[in-house]
């Protein structure tokens, strides 16, 4: 198996920065595109065979040092006792969403083995499928990020049920985030079991909250979750989307990588995390439209301020767009390897 | 007239902390809906009665150190030769926007006593009714987001358009950003001229661009801009939203006050810009639905923070959101004058 990804994860010796990229199997790939016009998302999602495949298509073409499991961070959700759906452009819906005390009684652990056997069985497809390739990261979010999902019923603005629950009843938002803690720390488990030798926990709505709200109401659970995985013994990365205000708060976590978004310059990142972290990004995920000459100059610089750290791996600052071209994925991750090798 | 607020502007002594709040005159409060339930938003914009009774309305109610002109960044963009509306949903929408080259003909020089001459007309009505009251400020957006608008032909989340012709025709974009810098300027002046006493520049998107890309396509049109005001001699407060990522490049600019969102600590924010600057903000626009005694543990928090600096005029770290009571914020802007009274 080609493992520059999991040295780099350990701060160990690499010959090249390995590279993946967030949301690199999506609809910017023909090849997905196609799956999912047999297929609704959800139902891609829970079909192992399906799902192994999307996971597939993006190491096959893109040439990336690692895979990542397919699948999305409120699957775990609906057996923690709510009901999911996916809309086209509305995105997912959670219905009945938390708003008081009462409404956590509705929620429960979960089985993973009995709840979500699908993503289990992905992933043992998929490790089997990889022998010789790259490594699997699987994933989820973060407690804070599926907090909001749960509270808000879906995707949000200003998170106003969230804050208002934060700021009014901190008690109960306490609550449901032990609740949520306890199953993240559950599911994750399962997926090392199954295969999966990385995990990333995904806080994409950390960067909505004040650095002092950060360390009351995310950061805490976060700790809970990295120090429970431990024992696995595999990496963990924690991408917290919208960091540029939260890395002195960020930086006491026990994480092994930290993913850090485009909107923060990778070499000031890396000063305020501490040198001898391993730090994962950041290229401005519109930077792919770019024309090569100022692609090439951007990866150059990145790959420079990555130099700095312990670690690198290379990423974009965020999911990739679906008007991206495959092609300039593929050059993308070709000059990573390029330009970083020695 | 009440000048604590533009003498905290100029970093002079003050017996205490100013406050406005951004977006003051809008949609939480009662009175501004019963005008808004008989006119759409365009026409209030460009009715100087109405744009000026809304725009009177928070300093009445919640008794603020300065009233905001009641207008929208895209005001000027309309007679810059695009064709604006505004749908109670989706917001803004700009037709036929500009993509390539050959749309920057279609874009011209604004005279604004011909072609906005409600805005000079609210702002004279403002002064006169403001005479023993408090201040009034004019604004407008910064070029790159008003540049944003008129290439999105709208708002964006991934900002595709602007990005794509950024980095693959960035001599298109510098071209763009000279006619909509040379048109703020002509704008604002004409506001000073017509009785603004300080303006705000709000570059609302700045924080989608890298430090990097900020340095090439914002910075340098919003010190233009910043230069060209000086000689009217009003206090210029810069805001760019999401500028935690941004402070190192903006400290460099001329402006008066700087404003700070909500997700970067206002301390941290301070030692950053520099102590013998002038900052505004920054409590999240949600705190305002904390219970009271929650809310003045952050505005003692802020107040404390903004005390390192030369001065600090206390505001949201953004807008005011639609579902806060007129009450609460009423109460802010008392317990701010109260806790920062020596």
């Given at each position: 198996?080609?493992?520059?990804?999991l040295?780099a994860c350990?701060?160990?010796?690499v010959e090249?920065?390995?590279i993946?990229?967030?949301?690199?199997?999506g609809?910017?790939?023909?090849?997905y595109?196609q799956?999912r016009s047999?297929v609704?998302?959800?139902?891609?999602c829970?079909?192992p065979?399906?799902a192994?495949?999307?996971?597939l298509?993006?190491v096959?073409?893109?040439?990336v040092d690692a895979?990542?499991l397919f699948?999305?961070i409120?699957i775990?959700?609906?057996p923690?006792g709510?009901k999911l759906?996916f809309?086209e452009r509305?995105?997912p819906v959670?219905?009945r969403?938390?708003r008081?005390?009462?409404?956590?009684?509705?929620?429960r652990l979960?089985?993973?083995e009995k709840?979500v056997?699908?993503?289990?069985e992905t992933?043992?497809?998929?490790?089997?499928?990889?022998?010789?390739a790259v490594?699997l990261?699987?994933?989820s979010?973060?407690?804070?990020?599926?907090?909001?999902?749960?509270?808000?019923g879906?995707?949000?603005?200003?998170?106003?049920?969230?804050?208002?629950?934060?700021?009014s009843?901190p008690?109960?938002f306490h609550?449901?985030?032990?609740i949520?803690?306890?199953n993240?720390i559950l599911?994750?488990r399962?997926?090392?079991r199954?295969?999966?030798?990385a995990?990333?926990?995904f806080d994409?709505?950390?960067g909505?909250?004040?650095?002092?709200?950060?360390r009351?109401?995310?950061?805490?659970?976060v700790?809970?979750?990295?120090e429970?995985?431990r024992?696995t013994g595999?990496?963990i990365?924690?991408?917290a989307?919208?960091?540029?205000?939260?890395?002195?708060?960020?930086k006491a976590l026990?994480?092994?990588?930290?993913?850090?978004d485009?909107?923060v310059d990778l070499?000031?990142?890396i000063?305020?995390l501490g040198?001898?972290?391993?730090?994962?990004g950041?290229l401005?995920?519109?930077a792919l439209?770019?024309?090569?000459k100022v692609?090439r100059?951007?990866v150059?610089?990145?790959?420079?301020k990555?130099r700095?750290?312990?670690?690198?791996?290379?990423n974009l600052?965020?999911g990739?767009?679906?008007?991206?071209?495959?092609?300039?994925?593929r050059?993308l991750v070709e000059m990573?390897?390029?330009l970083?090798?020695?």
């Open positions: 198996m080609r493992d520059v990804f040295r350990r701060g160990e010796e090249y920065t390995p993946w990229i967030m949301r690199q199997a609809r910017y790939l023909p090849e595109q799956v047999r609704d998302f959800l139902t891609l829970k079909t065979e399906l192994a495949e999307v996971t298509q993006p096959r073409r893109l040439g895979a990542i699948s999305d409120l775990p959700v609906e923690m709510m759906r809309y509305k995105g959670l219905s969403p938390i008081r005390g009462r409404d956590l009684r509705r929620l979960i089985e993973p709840d056997p699908f993503v289990l992933i043992r497809i998929l490790r089997r499928r990889l022998k010789r490594p990261i699987g994933f979010g973060a407690p804070f990020t599926l907090a909001t999902y749960m509270i808000e879906g995707t949000s603005k200003n998170f106003t049920h969230t804050k208002r629950m934060l700021f009843e008690e109960v609550q449901l985030m032990e949520i803690t306890n993240t599911y994750l399962a997926q090392v199954a295969g999966a030798q995990l990333q926990l994409s709505w950390a909505a909250l004040s650095p002092e709200d950060y009351s109401f995310s950061r805490p659970y700790q809970k979750v990295i429970a995985l024992e595999v990496p990365i924690y991408f989307n919208g960091c540029a205000g939260l890395l002195d708060e960020i026990p994480a092994d990588v930290f993913g850090v485009w909107r070499g000031r990142a000063t305020r040198r001898h972290r391993v730090v994962q950041n401005d995920p519109a439209f770019a024309d090569m692609l100059e951007k150059a610089s990145i790959l420079r990555g700095r750290a312990r670690g690198h791996i290379f600052g965020h990739i767009l679906p008007e991206t071209s495959p092609d300039v994925a050059a990573v390897h390029e970083s090798r020695r």
